[in-house]
Structures are given as C-alpha cells and as structure tokens.
C-alpha cells in the first residue's frame, strides 16, 4: 500500500516565478517548471498534495463540518455558530486554504492539459479537476458566490482583484470540472488504493447536486430540478458499478465498529477518507469526543425510531424517560451504536481497562450532558501519540443511498417503495429495522419527507452534515433558535441523589439540578435565549475580513455582515 505524501516544498517551488529571464533558466538545485512536468511520476507528486489537507481533518479547530454547529450536539462550551454568535473573522482557513488548494488545482490543471503525454496523466489531471471543484464547493457552501480563479495568478493579473461569481456561475464551474474529473478519473477497479476514482467523482457530484438543488428549491432562488435530476443520476450510478458496499463485517455491530476500523481501504463502504496512521498522521477525535466535546442532545436522542419503525411519539414500544436507560429500550439500534448507555462499560482511549460510563464521573469529563457519545470511541487503550490510527470518512456509501432517496422525492414528491429498497432500507437493513414504506407512512400519519430526513440524520449523525442540511432545507430559522436540551431530569431517575444500575451506584449528576437549568423538566445546555439565527444573514458565513479590506471595490460582504 502506497502512502500518498509530499511536502508543499514542492508546489511551492515550482510555482514561484520572477522576472521572465529567470523562467527561462534551469536551476541547479531547486525544482522548476523547466525541469518538472516531464514524467507521470511528477505529476502524481504533484497530486499526492491534496490528500493531506487539514480541512478535511475532523480534529481541525478551523473545520466547519463539526455537528457542534447545529442542534443534535453540543461540546463543552457554547458554539457561536449554532448560537447565532458568530462574528466575522479577520482570516479564516476555509476561505484561505481554499484557494491555496485551487491555486495548486489551476497549476496541475495547466501542465496536465497541454503536457506531451496527457493520456499518461489522465488520473493525476481527473484529481486537479475533482479537488478545484471540492474546494469551490467548500466556499460555495460556506458564502456563496466567490471569485472564480481558474488559473495561476501573476501579481499583475487582473483576476487578483475579481468580483464575486453569482452562485449559479460558481456552481455551473463546479459542475463543469466534476464532469471532467470523471471524464478523465479511472473506475475504482483500476485506480490506486486510495485515491480518487471516477466513482468517487460521481458521488461527490451527487453531493453538490443534492446541495444546490434543495438550495435553490426552498430558498427560491431558481429551478432545482435539473440540478437534482443529477443527483439522481449519479448516485444510481455510483450504486449501479456496484464498487462500493455498505460495511457489514461485524454482523450487528458493524455501524459502530466500521468507524474505529484502522483501514478503511479495506472499508467496503469508504469512497473517501482522510487517513492516518499511529506515530505518523495520528487521529485524535475518539481523544476529543472521549473527553466530552461532542455531545449528543434530546433532539438527536428523539430521531432515533422504535423498533416497530415508528417515532417516539406514534409507537407502543417507546418506554420513556423515567430511567436512566429506558428511552434506549427497544430502539433503532444504531442509538446505542452512537449514544453510550449509561453506567455501561467500555475503554476509553485515555485509559487502559474497562470502566462504567457516567456522566462528570471518573474518566467520564462529559459533564455538560446526560447523553454520551460512543460513535468514534476507540477500543484501543492509550493509542500512541495522543490519538489512534482509524480513517476519517470523507464521503461514505450509505451517504450515497441517503441522496438518492432524498434527491428522488424532492424531484417528484414522492418515491416508489422500489427506490425506498434501494436506498434507504438497505441501511435499515444492516441495523434490522423494518423498511419504510409508503404502506407504513399512510396507516400512521407520517410524512415521508420527514422519515427520508430522519434517516439520514440518524445515520449520518456527528459526521458534520446536519449544519449543511438545516441550511439547505431553510429549516435552520426553526430548528437552531430552540433551547439545546439533554436528558429528562424531574420526574425521573435522574433527578435522584444516587442510582443504582447493574449492582452498582453512582450519584447522578443532575441531582438538585436547579430550576433555571431545567426546561419542562429537561436539563438545559443552552435556553432559547441565548440562541438567535437571522434569516437575513446567518444562511452564510462572512467574508473574512481582510479579504474585503484588500479588494473592496469588488468583494462585497455577506448580507448582514
């Protein structure tokens, strides 16, 4: 297995130029354009420096694709996105980053495309196209239009000063190097181990395309239909080369346990991942979310169905909240694949034997929230250096099934019981949950846009989409003003000075919880009011500031910003 490394030393040497007599001259000792280019090899080199951005790196404090952001988690302190605190940075690595990537895209894209052996490149030159649209995307998503570069900037070019692109301009570009990113990308069966392939293109275009038309569909800002005609096409196609899989491997513990695997090239289900390995790149997120940083709330706990296939509130089998473990009784089973019971026990990275897990209490610093995380808890005792050597999934199958099935019924408003098995169920399917039908949705009042939500939801939580989807649905003005609440406190177990589980004894840690901390009996991590979403403003992020002091006739700010 080859390890896909090189240092920026590279780009940033054979991109540097000077006067033009010194272009035309062969440095001795340092690489350049002259003596560069000329062989595969180089340009895989030259490609090898896209798979180690830290954007992509769950553990990265400038990362956006954090489920703190929305309401479904909450870390160990208030998050001004959620919150509606944010205020505009001076610089911000999205935007920065961003355009450093699209900057060494644009010189990958130019030598490929007019170099001597283009056909022997033809992978290496799938990657710069796929990577200028991944992080055109990024800032599509974050702000909207930006300034279109689509080449390697001299200082005197006019394109330094550029205004913004409309959205549609920036998302036709987008589109447009997907398209050749697959035109030239190898099918998984021939690319490398490891690296981007013509089906992932195809999946993160159904990505972009799912994004954008339910966007434009319930912002109203233009005609999704096509755009999500797209997304159906090329999730089905993915689907239909049959490369990838849902992960399985574990039998009933195959949800949870594929995300602490420590090689997802042999993830059947992986079409994208950041990857680490012990005392090289390590992977400190089961570190972070051990010690409490991405909790789980009541709104994520109350997604998860019954096990007859019904929510909480239309099934028999849903038992409350009276104890500390009931509302877990006779539920999807990926809610304990994703939430810790309580007083159960498990290792925690930091330590090296199993221990009960309870809130606030010994290696437990989850002392916000009742509801603990155990989706990304590594089973491996102290992994070295600080973190353990599992992959971070960048996109992931079942994300493509979720977009068919969603893509499918905004398109039409509705979606065949054919579509729903070869899409959504086939993830029910995994955990043992019964099917969503249109049967089952009719006899009990359900909508069906709300369980294909669900779903996703549920199976895709605190892998950082639910930010993305509350803002592309325009659901984000309803949902994230709420108070952020955890687990029933009055009324219930929790409320009591000790609790007893599994012989054992443990003092809760919400008893004597005060009334200011309480909302309708439910403990609060943030009320209501101290949350805000502007609907004229907080759909994007600002500009960073310094951007906007540099080109001010043309750069213009965010609405509200």
Known sequence: MKTLK????????????GCKKFLDLQPQSNISDITYWQTAND???AANW????????????????????????FGTEVNTISSGKYVAPEQDDNWDKSY?????ANKLIAEGTTSSIKNDIKPFLGEGYFYRAYYYFRLLDLYGGVPIIDRVLQPTDPLVFSARATRDELLNFIVSDLNNAITNLPVKAGAEKGRICKEAAQAFKARVCLFEGTWRKFHSTGDGSTLLDQAITESKNVINSNAYALNKAKSDSSYRLMFIDNSSMDNPETIISKKYRTTINVNGWAYGVSWGNLNPTKA????????????????????????????????????????ILPAIKIIRPQYDKYRPQWPGVDNNRNVNSG????????????????????????????????????????????????DLNLSINLLRDRVNMPHLTN????????????EIRRERTVELAFEGFRWDDLRRWKTAETVLPKSVLSVKVTGSEWSKQVITLDGASYNSYFYNTPAAQLENGYK????????????NKNYLLPIPTKQISLNPDKLKQNPGW
């Open 6 to 17: 090189i240092s920026s030393i590279i780009f940033l040497a054979i991109m540097a130029t």
């Open 43 to 45: 340009y895989r080199l």
């Open 50 to 73: 896209f798979y180690n951005s830290p954007l992509d790196d769950p553990n990265y404090s400038g990362s956006y694709m954090n489920d703190n952001n929305s309401d479904i988690a």
């Open 100 to 104: 450093e990537a699209i900057r060494n």
């Open 300 to 339: 994520v706990a109350d997604l998860y169905l019954c096990k007859d296939g019904l929510p909480i509130d239309k099934s028999p089998l849903f038992k409350g909240y009276d104890s500390a473990r009931t509302e877990f009784r006779g539920r999807d089973p990926r809610m304990a694949q994703s939430l």
């Open 371 to 418: 509801y603990m995380l155990y989706k990304f808890i590594s089973e491996e005792p102290t992994p070295g250096d600080g973190g353990g050597a599992f992959d971070w999934n960048i996109i992931r199958y079942a994300e493509v099934l979720a977009i068919y099935a969603e893509a499918t019924y905004e398109r039409n408003g509705s979606i065949s019981d054919a």
């Open 439 to 450: 049967a089952l949705v009719i006899a009990n009042g359900l909508n069906m846009q709300t």
């Open 524 to 535: 609060v991590l943030q009320p209501s009011s101290q949350r805000a979403f502007d609907v």
